[in-house]
């Protein structure tokens, strides 16, 4: 199956600090999503990018999907912005295959 | 629009018994899909229904069912349960390539 990769696994940051994440995947896709899973354990879905960028208020993310990465961008980041995010793949069989996730920790 | 929910919220059971978790789709959406992120795993890919038919499923064994009804709700049934299917169960509705999560489902085997 196809492998998705992500980094860092852990990322602490100062609030109002900027952070990159980044995921890697093996074989091309027709589906890449970012989501945030909040303490409750829901995901919350961040973006649903396939190839290009998009942005939503202080988070951006990039998807250049001919060398198989994407990457997640959180500005001015602030302490609800902790928990783990995650990136998810699906090459067009309707199954999701997930990263293992970056836990971001934000402290005030 | 009300999202994708599901229910209970925390189910506990003994080993040896059965468990049914529920999940109804965003209004619209005929698919829904299980996921289980158990402790150590991952998110790992279940079930997959549409139009009340099973169209795919993980790498799970056959204890591990469900069904979809006419209206898209679905039910996940887990038989004989074992204590490693303690994990947090979470379903998804998508239309247009994007998935919906709902808030899961904790199981608890003790």
């Known amino acids: 199956g196809i492998q998705v990769e992500q980094s860092p696994p852990d990322l602490i940051l100062q609030e109002g600090a900027n952070s990159t994440l980044r995921c890697n995947f093996s074989?091309?896709?027709?589906?890449l999503q970012w989501f945030h899973q909040n303490p409750w354990g829901q995901l919350i879905n961040l973006f649903y990018i396939p190839s290009g960028t998009k942005q939503n208020g202080r988070l951006s993310a990039t998807t250049v999907a001919t060398e198989r990465y994407s990457l997640l961008y959180i500005s001015s980041s602030q302490t609800t912005d902790s928990g783990v995010y995650f990136c998810?793949?699906?090459?067009?069989?309707?199954?999701?295959?997930f990263g293992a996730g970056t836990t971001v920790t934000v402290r005030a | 629009e009300a999202g994708v929910t599901q229910s209970p919220t925390h189910l506990i059971k003994t080993r040896g018994q059965q468990a049914t978790l529920r999940c109804s789709p965003i209004s619209g959406h005929t698919s829904v899909y299980w996921y289980q992120q158990a402790l150590g795993l991952g998110l790992q890919f279940l079930l997959w229904y549409d139009e009340g038919e099973e169209r795919n499923r993980g790498n799970f064994p056959p204890r591990f069912s469900g069904r979809q009804f006419p209206n898209y709700s679905s039910e996940l049934n887990v038989n004989a349960l074992e204590l490693e299917d303690s994990a947090l169960y979470l379903c998804?509705?998508?239309?247009?390539?994007?998935?919906?999560f709902g808030s899961g489902t904790r199981l608890t085997v003790v």
């Open positions: 998810a793949v699906e090459r067009g069989d309707y199954k999701l295959s």
């Open positions: 998804a509705s998508s239309l247009n390539g994007g998935y919906t």
């Open positions: 074989d091309s896709v027709n589906n």
